[in-house]
């Protein structure tokens, strides 16, 4: 049962434009959500994280929002360049719980 | 130091070989974990070690067998294993076991292309 979502498998964005990637959950337990960005044969990297108590948090040209109601959150990447061009994933994690819940992606192409 | 090194970095065995893929961090995380990736797919958990002990084995078969020798460390033993094996195995850390606490980021090692042929 995938507790964690990414509707669309695939994105494409003018460069500089923004990029929105959007993730949804079922667990309401969830209580820290994290987004990694991935190249192709390469280990997820870390981007940007958010607790359950903000609604939004903002690294440069990145920021997530929460959105609790609706068991939704998005990346926003502003401006867009084609360095961005990879697989997104969402995760969650569960303040009892053990592990890291993973997305099934999204895969974002900035294009020039 | 926010890395996670992983070797080797490809690997391709026979269906009876045995191999093992290596681990290791420096930032004192106590918490490490066995992914498997396939392409166009979310990394899957295989194992999870809290302080050197194993917390989580999904159901992953014996042909996979983990193991923690020290804090920095964490190693994954391979034996007999079949071609849908073939994947990229990935190794991450975080400072606690998940859910422990808020800004507890995981970070990924690079990850072993594997191969069985």
């Known amino acids: 049962d995938q507790q964690v979502k990414q509707n669309s498998p695939s994105l494409s964005v003018q460069e500089g434009r923004i990029s929105i990637l959007n993730c949804d959950y079922t667990?309401?337990?969830?209580?820290?959500f994290l987004w990694y960005k991935k190249y192709p044969a390469e280990g997820p990297t870390f981007l940007i994280s958010i607790s359950s108590i903000k609604d939004k948090n903002e690294d440069g040209r990145f920021t997530v929002f929460l959105n609790k109601s609706a068991k939704h959150l998005s990346l926003h990447i502003v401006p867009s360049q084609p360095g961005d061009s990879a697989v997104y994933f969402c995760a969650a994690s569960e303040v009892t719980g053990n592990q890291f819940y993973f997305g099934t992606g999204t895969s974002l192409t900035v294009i020039p | 130091d926010t890395e996670v090194t992983q070797t080797p970095k490809h690997l391709v065995m026979g269906m009876t070989n045995k191999k093992s893929l290596k681990c290791e961090q420096h930032m004192g995380h106590r918490a490490m974990y066995w992914y498997k990736q396939k392409a166009k797919k979310p990394p899957e958990l295989m194992f999870v070690?809290?302080?050197?002990?194993?917390?989580i084995n999904e159901s992953v078969p014996s042909r996979f067998s983990p193991e923690c020798p020290n804090s920095s460390l964490l190693n994954l033993h391979l034996h007999a294993l079949q071609p849908e094996d073939s994947a990229l195995y990935l190794c991450?850390?975080?400072?606690?076991?998940?859910?422990?606490?808020?800004?507890?980021?995981?970070?990924f090692g690079p990850g072993t292309r594997l191969t069985v042929l």
């Open positions: 070690y809290s302080y050197e002990k194993l917390s």
């Open positions: 991450a850390s975080s400072q606690w076991l998940a859910g422990s606490s808020s800004y507890n980021e995981q970070f």
């Open positions: 667990n309401s337990m969830f209580d820290y």
